[in-house]
């Protein structure tokens, strides 16, 4: 049993490694056809996430080898692939006003991988509550890799807000303009401090430690999908 679950481990690492190593070099054909990060619109983004949370769970598998959360990481990053081919207009077009800054490139690699910290996390989180009650050791191990995952997550979050209020005053005069993307990432960077401050502070760990990754994540797919499709505001481009 153990070298069955040591081979599929090996055989998940192999495909995400391939994986992460296509997407790279994809992006950089993008990145020089365009001259300028590919990051401008939802299909550009989507590939960005899909390539973060892989790369967030390579560097976790480092320290931590939980093979089920290397799969589950593989169908969520698949998931945002299947997503990006339903935008047919794919093709390169040259950057908006507003977004020709070299912040650009900066703000939103912090962000998304940011974003790929919680979407590992929140996978780590679902895996606790699937395990809690029947497999200890592993459950423990999904709750350690939910931890490290946010506290990864939330540095990049955290300097991603930081860089778009740089911008934001560079480009409009004010670092913040209450937008509904500032406002939301703003919920989310508090769901996950508040993680944090449990964790660390309170010592929370299971159950209510994963439910707060989950309602974390969910205020993430909010702050990326739902504020582009239903609020307007200064970022609504990405939508397009």
């Known amino acids: 049993m153990f070298s069955s679950k040591r081979r599929f481990g090996v055989v998940v690492t192999l495909f995400l490694t391939a994986g992460v190593v296509a997407q790279t070099v ?13 990051f401008s619109n939802m299909f550009e ?15 976790l598998r480092v320290k931590l080898d939980i093979p089920a959360l290397g799969a589950a990481t593989a169908l969520l990053a698949a998931l945002a692939l299947a997503y990006a081919s339903t935008y047919h207009d794919n093709a390169i077009k040259p950057l908006m006003p507003a977004l020709r800054s070299n912040w650009l490139t900066f703000h939103v ?16 989180s679902f895996g606790y509550l699937l395990t809690a009650s029947r497999r200890a050791e592993l459950a423990d191990a999904f709750d350690t ?19 778009g209020a740089v911008w934001a005053n560079s480009a409009w005069g004010t670092y913040w303009s209450w937008d509904p993307k500032e406002t939301w990432s703003l919920i989310t960077w508090f769901i996950y401090a508040v993680f944090l ?22 205020s993430v797919i909010f702050t990326y999908f739902g504020v582009n499709y239903l609020l307007s505001g200064l970022h609504s481009y990405a939508a397009s």
Do not use: D, N, Q
Not at 26 to 38: D, F, T
Not at 47 to 58: C, H, N, P, R, T
Not at 109 to 124: H, M, S
Not at 145 to 163: D, E, R, Y
């Open 145 to 163: 890799a939910t931890a490290k995952t946010i506290s990864f997550g939330f540095l990049f979050l955290t300097v991603g807000i930081i860089s």
């Open 26 to 38: 994809y992006m950089i054909w993008r990145w020089a056809e365009a001259g300028r990060a590919p």
């Open 45 to 59: 983004s989507l590939v960005l996430f899909a390539w973060a949370v892989v790369a967030v769970y390579l560097a």
């Open 109 to 124: 690699l912090a962000c998304f991988l940011g974003y790929g910290a919680f979407g590992v996390a929140c996978a780590a």
């Open 197 to 218: 401050h449990c964790r660390f502070m309170r010592g929370w760990r299971g159950k209510r430690a994963a439910w707060i990754s989950v309602l974390g994540f969910a």
